[in-house]
């Protein structure tokens, strides 16, 4: 498998010819100390001659250069540290779910931002909802590819009957069973807690052929498990048997999620 590159500000010629000036220096042991602590370089009469000031130009432009690479390079070893773990558990989550059993809880994809539905809306009556946007539509699509490319199998598809969470399903995966536990209202505590206990027993169950996507809301996500999902992010679980599981980690196939603190999510 080809190596994945790394670019560092841009790969230009100018920025190779500073970097091999710096490596040079570096290694002929004129950048040790910071030139320009050191006296001024010396004429022959004791004075600063036109060779000292060339010196002293040619070890202040070295200085700036070991400056500016190191700040480089320093940077891109916290942006490596930072996005390794984050790419390795991406790939233990893809493995797991590639040997199937698994069960995903995935928030509808993207909609205008804001939550709930209008006044009035209708279940039945798509247009009364708040829907996907095209945006929306698209980081469907992705996610499906991302599942299609990486040969993830999936058992079955359960969603929430709202129009978003249908569409999601079937702009994904192609196919969709509405079910109703995974609704986000009404909020009546006893209603929450019969659609807690119907979900948590999908969640237990280790699921044959595949792996189970409960395609729904972010306030059921919560209700169910306690974690908060952005528009398109994946939850994936672990099933333990008598309705008990493990939360194992997330996903975001269908593209980079926002801050949860910006109104645009």
Known sequence: MARKQVHIIGSTMANRREFNDVMRLLFAGRLKGDPRRRGPAQGRRGGVGAAGRGQAVRQDRAHALAMRWRAILACAVLVLAAAGPAVADDEALWTLLRAGGQVIMLRHAGTIGTFGDPPGFRVEDCSTQRNLTEAGREQARKIGEAFRAREIPIARVLSSPWCRCLDTARLAFGRVEPWWPLIGSPRARDQVASRVRQIHEVLGTTAVGGNVVLVTHAVT??????????????????????????SVGRLAPGGVLCDPRLRSC
């Open 221 to 246: 996500v919560q209700d169910a498990t306690g974690e908060f999902a952005q528009e398109g992010e994946l939850v994936v679980f672990t099933p333990r048997g008598d309705g008990q599981f493990t």
